[in-house]
Each structure stands twice: as C-alpha cells, then as structure tokens.
Nanobody, 124 residues
Framework: QLQLVESGGGWVQPGGSLRLSCAPS????????IAWFRQAPGKEREGLSC????????IYADSVKGRFTISLDNANNTVYLQMNNLKPEDTADYYC?????????????????WGHGTPVTVSS
C-alpha cells in the first residue's frame, strides 16, 4: 500500500518561503504522477501542480504561477513544492496525492492516494 508523507509546513510571514516535501513509501515506484493540492478553511480543494516520474510538470493554479515550483528527486522519488513570496491567501492545509502505474496521469480533479497534509500559515 502506497503511503505519502508530507512535511515542511509551518508559519511564515508574508513574502517568506517554505519548501514542502512529499515522500512516498510502501511500494516500489516506477511510473507515477504526484501532485500538490491545498484546502483552505471553508473552501474547496485546489489543485496546484503535478509532476510525473519523467520530470514533466504542470501548474494548474494561476494564483501560484511564478511563485511555486514543483520538483522531483529521482533518487528517492520525493517531490518538493518550493513556495516563494507567500501571501496570507496561501494559508491552507497542503496535501500531496499520487497515481501509480504505466498509465498514471496528472489530474487537478484528484488523485488515487493521499497524504495526511501539512499546514501552512502565512501571517504577520
């Protein structure tokens, strides 16, 4: 059973940076897609960005373009979300989701496996 563990969340002042990590475990990953989502209180889940094992990535949310960058460490299959110039509206619980297998694909609608999330608070 695939497990995803997010880390790196916390409190940061506006304009600051955080780097989130999503570490998969439990299965050997050859083909996969891993995406970052967030959900703020009272709002729907929002797909942010996704990357495949090939390294091809996409950003879904216009609100984070130019500020957030997704990357992949192939050595340990860990996916990172570098978040720069954070704003109070970025405050949310951040989750990573995964889909595995040769036919794995990115989808802003959702993924097959989920982590428990890591909270990010941006305030002064």
């Amino acid at each position: 059973q695939l497990q995803l563990v997010e880390s790196g969340g916390g409190w940061v002042q506006p304009g600051g940076s955080l780097r989130l990590s999503c570490a998969p475990s439990g299965v050997t990953l050859d083909y996969y897609a891993i995406a970052w989502f967030r959900q703020a209180p009272g709002k729907e889940r929002e797909g942010l960005s996704c990357i495949k094992n090939s390294g091809v990535s996409t950003i879904y949310a216009d609100s984070v373009k130019g500020r957030f960058t997704i990357s992949l460490d192939n050595a340990n299959n860990t996916v990172y979300l570098q978040m720069n110039n954070l704003k109070p509206e970025d405050t949310a619980d951040y989750y990573c989701g995964a889909r595995i297998g040769r036919l794995s694909y990115c989808s802003r609608a959702g993924m097959d496996y989920w982590g428990h999330g890591t909270p990010v608070t941006v305030s002064s």
